[in-house]
Each structure stands twice: as C-alpha cells, then as structure tokens.
C-alpha cells in the first residue's frame, strides 16, 4: 500500500472511527477495568487522527513518497529537474492547445485531442505533472474544459472517440505525452459512459472515474498524486 495513496488515508481514517465508536462503547463500563479502557481508547483515537493528518500532508507535499524513504533505508537526493516537454512553451502559459503528435490520424478520433493546463504548470517547471486523461463526447466537452481549466497539480488531455478508437491503437499515448509536456507516471480516466469500455480495455489499468461533471473531475484529481519535485525522487 502506497504511503502516498488514497487507500491509505482512507483505512487511517476508518480505524480512527472504528476507535472512536469503540472507545465511547466502553466508555460506561465498570469494574477495574474502565480506566485503563478508555486511556487506551483515548490513546488510540489521538494517535490515528495525528497518523490521518500526517498522511494527508505527506500525500499534499510528497516529503516521503515512499516507505523506505520513510524509515531511511534509502536516502532521498536532488535529482535533475523533469526533462521539458516539447510544447512547454505554450503550455507553460496555461489554457488550452491542440494536440497533434505523429501518428494521431491512427487514434481515429472525432476531434483533435486537447491539452489543459492551468498556471501552476508555468510556475514549477522543475515537476512532473500527473495526468486526468478524459474521454469524452461533445456534450461533455465544455464542461470538462471548464473544469480542467481551474484545476491545480494536474495536466488534463481531453479525447473525444469514435467507434474506430481501440485501446491497442492509443497505446503509444503516454510516451508521446511524455515527450511533449511534463507528465509523470500518475494517470487516472475521467470518462462518459460511452466510453467505459474503452477505458477498461487501458494498458496499465489506470483508475477510472465515470462521469463528466465537477464532481466526477474532483474525485478523479483526488486520485493523482502530487506533482513530483527533483527533491523528491529517490535513486534506483
């Protein structure tokens, strides 16, 4: 389990309730044993809820991304920064480019793809950005824009399929993403439900989170782990 993952956070948080519900169950007990119950359960509660808020802190600014960077095992080291991106001059700018590298025409899907970032991407050119990756349909379009616009951390690619787009024929995707803008390895699937089995078919089995609306956005951004800074990377 990832340190800074989701799942988690969320066990941290579910056994800081499960302690709380245990401990107020107890609470009335008598005999010898109530005190040092409900010191333990006290102890307990306290102890999660601060291992909850480290986690949620960790997971926003990436001190220890990993176990082992945890318990010292391995040292962590600046690292040179992300390689740049092709089109990080117009990224860096923020808004929204089409996209069109080689080999796009095999995609065969019904509009160009497009590229959204905001102003954070231009401000931190040391990172590696995580990725919504979006498959959408043209009513679904504008608010996928709207919503990748405003979002922070995060790099949105928007396709639209058709019936002659396949997983097989976009699994060249990443690496070109990679060439062109500055993405690392986190990547989640925001997708209408046209398009779910498209995404299940996704080398790499990605999340994926079904739905074009705010809310289906957030909860795919919640996913992605934070940009990754040099001195965060660990050596091999």
């Not at 962590?76 to 996209?99: C, F, H, K, N, S």
């Not at 401000?123 to 990756?133: G, S």
């Not at 679904?140 to 396709?159: D, N, V």
């Amino acid at each position: 389990m990832s340190l800074t993952g989701l799942p988690l956070i969320l066990l941290t948080g579910g056994l800081a309730l499960v302690a709380a519900a245990a401990t107020v169950r107890v609470w009335r007990w008598g005999g010898r044993k109530r005190i040092p119950l409900r010191v333990a359960g006290l102890v307990a509660i306290e102890l999660l809820l601060v291992a909850e808020i480290g986690l949620v802190v960790n997971r926003q600014q990436n001190f220890y991304p990993s176990w082992s960077a945890l318990g010292g095992s391995e040292d962590v080291v600046a690292a040179p920064p992300a390689p740049p991106g092709r089109l990080d001059d117009e990224l860096d700018a923020g808004g929204t480019i089409a996209w069109s590298p080689p080999g796009a025409a095999a995609w065969r899907l019904a509009a160009a793809p497009l590229l959204v970032t905001g102003p954070e991407y231009g401000k931190h050119r040391d990172r590696a950005f995580p990725v919504v990756l979006a498959l959408t349909t043209p009513a679904g379009l504008a608010e996928t824009r709207r919503r990748a616009a405003s979002a922070t951390g995060l790099l949105t690619l928007i396709l639209q399929p058709t019936r002659g787009t396949t997983a097989a024929s976009l699994a060249e995707l990443p690496g070109l993403l990679r060439r062109d803008a500055r993405t690392g390895d986190g990547l989640v699937l925001l997708t209408d439900p046209q398009w779910s089995s498209l995404a299940a078919g996704w080398p790499g089995r990605p999340p994926v989170v079904a739905g074009h609306t705010a809310t289906a956005f957030d909860s795919a951004a919640r996913l992605l782990p934070a940009p990754l800074a040099p001195p965060q990377q660990l050596p091999t």
